[in-house]
């Protein structure tokens, strides 16, 4: 019985040292936003600029498009 109870501590340490090293297994609170950028023809626009705001709090990041006139937009915090 003691060492199903050890066992069973170890594992459960080790899950949440897991959760909080690599934070991507976790919860989050923050997300992200991706997209494309394309002319009236169709056509993919490199290096345009995208601007996201946060209504709630004003915050404005920043993007650049790719080649391909995609970008993406990490970590964003949600508006309270």
Request: hydrophobic letters at 40%; charged letters at 20%; a positive charge.
């Amino acid at each position: 019985m003691r060492n199903r109870w050890l066992r069973f501590v170890a594992v459960a340490t080790g899950l949440l040292l897991t959760c909080t090293v690599r934070e991507g297994w976790c919860q989050s609170d923050a997300t992200s936003l991706s997209g494309s950028v394309k002319d009236t023809s169709g056509a993919a626009v490199p290096g345009a600029s995208v601007i996201v705001t946060n209504e709630a709090t004003g915050v404005k990041r920043d993007a650049r498009t790719n080649g391909d006139g995609t970008y993406v937009v990490n970590a964003l915090l949600p508006g309270l």
